[in-house]
T-cell receptor, first 113, second 116 residues
Framework: AQSVSQHNHHVILSEAASLELGCNYSYGGTVNLFWYVQYPGQHLQLLLKYFSGDPLVKGIKGFEAEFIKSKFSFNLRKPSVQWSDTAEYFCAVNRGSQGNLIFGKGTKLSVKP | EAGVTQFPSHSVIEKGQTVTLRCDPISGHDNLYWYRRVMGKEIKFLLHFVKESKQDESGMPNNRFLAERTGGTYSTLKVQPAELEDSGVYFC??????????????FGPGTRLLVL
């Protein structure tokens, strides 16, 4: 069965530190890739997505992700985190033929001011 | 533009009772998805509507769960009878139909269900 792995359950950083959250998926065919974020008390919202083209994708709030097909990875990065980035981050994948998203378990990010 | 809305935001019921969750998608979105997150686990797909038709219900846990989308607008998810393991957060998402599933799903705030 297709799966999505997020390597870190909980990450704690100080403000201005760099962030990289790992995401690997197991499906070998055509995939669409997403990172969603859930801020405390808010609903899931899209950070960025990759469908095709340039494997380096820029999203909202300074986030970016790189699709590396050979590694089945779609890691999320931000060069300098802020306290307001404290949230839970979800990597998700869908296959080219099916719209339903397959999610990783999520990574909680805590940023210390 | 209004986002995806869900009702109720919270529900606490006893085992054996019935609960009905409602989702109103973004206007014009033909795709409607239900997902569930059980505490400590990943968000899992339940089912997918395209307009009023069930496109994929492979994620529905068992026949205690019944989803409808009459008229292709809002959707309901009924759990009858509820069991303890049904507790979790139920999310609804909607999207416009995209080629090759290249669509952005917009999520509602979720309904937190607690079965005692």
């Amino acid at each position: 069965a297709q799966s999505v792995s997020q390597h870190n359950h909980h990450v704690i950083l100080s403000e201005a530190a760099s962030l990289e959250l790992g995401c690997n998926y197991s499906y070998g065919g055509t995939v669409n890739l997403f990172w969603y974020v859930q801020y405390p008390g808010q609903h899931l919202q899209l950070l960025l997505k990759y469908f095709s083209g340039d494997p380096l994708v820029k999203g909202i709030k300074g986030f970016e992700a790189e699709f590396i097909k050979s590694k089945f990875s779609f890691n999320l990065r931000k060069p300098s985190v802020q306290w307001s980035d404290t949230a839970e981050y979800f990597c998700a994948v869908n296959r080219g033929s099916q719209g339903n998203l397959i999610f990783g378990k999520g990574t909680k990010l805590s940023v210390k001011p | 533009e209004a986002g995806v809305t869900q009702f109720p935001s919270h529900s606490v019921i006893e085992k054996g009772q019935t609960v009905t969750l409602r989702c109103d998608p973004i206007s014009g979105h033909d795709n409607l998805y239900w997902y569930r997150r059980v505490m400590g686990k990943e968000i899992k797909f339940l089912l997918h509507f395209v307009k009023e038709s069930k496109q994929d219900e492979s994620g529905m846990p068992n026949n205690r769960f019944l989803a409808e989308r009459t008229g292709g607008t809002y959707s309901t998810l009924k759990v009858q009878p509820a069991e303890l393991e049904d507790s979790g957060v139920y999310f609804c998402a909607s999207s416009q139909v995209g080629v090759g599933a290249q669509e952005t799903q917009y999520f509602g705030p979720g309904t937190r269900l607690l079965v005692l």
